[in-house]
């Protein structure tokens, strides 16, 4: 059984930071991908940032590069979600999200349905 645990989510004003991290147990980091998603009120679940295993290079979403970023641990199983500049758009229910398997396009890596495990979410909030 799979299970992803986010933590570091509060309340920060515009402009601020906030670091939220993810841990599995159960299933190895090392050899699929993770990724965070968000889901604001009354909107649909989106993509935020995605890391592959084997190559480790992060894709985001074109909202938030630049300012956020995703790292991975993979001997700790867990990974991270940096978020700078933060702005009141941002305010949403982060979740961590983790797919099998390595080699999915970008397109893919977008699309929450695709992914085979989710955490419980953890709340942003960026006051302006």
């Known amino acids: 059984q799979v299970q992803l645990v986010e933590s570091g989510g509060g309340l920060v004003q515009a402009g601020g930071s906030l670091g939220l991290s993810c841990a599995a147990s159960?299933?190895?980091?090392?050899?699929?991908?993770v990724g965070w998603f968000r889901q604001a009120p009354g909107k649909e679940r989106e993509f935020v940032a995605a890391?592959?295993?084997?190559?480790?290079?992060?894709y985001y979403a074109d909202s938030v590069t630049g300012r956020f970023t995703i790292s991975r641990d993979n001997a700790k199983n867990t990974v991270a979600l940096q978020m700078n500049s933060l702005k009141p758009e941002d305010t949403a229910v982060y979740y961590c999200?983790?797919?099998?398997?390595?080699?999915?396009?970008?397109?893919?890596?977008?699309?929450?349905?695709?992914?085979?495990?989710w955490g419980q979410g953890t709340q942003v909030t960026v006051s302006s």
């Open positions: 999200a983790l797919k099998n398997g390595q080699f999915w396009s970008n397109n893919v890596l977008r699309t929450p349905g695709t992914y085979d495990y």
């Open positions: 159960g299933r190895t980091f090392s050899t699929n991908i």
């Open positions: 890391s592959r295993s084997r190559t480790g290079n992060p």
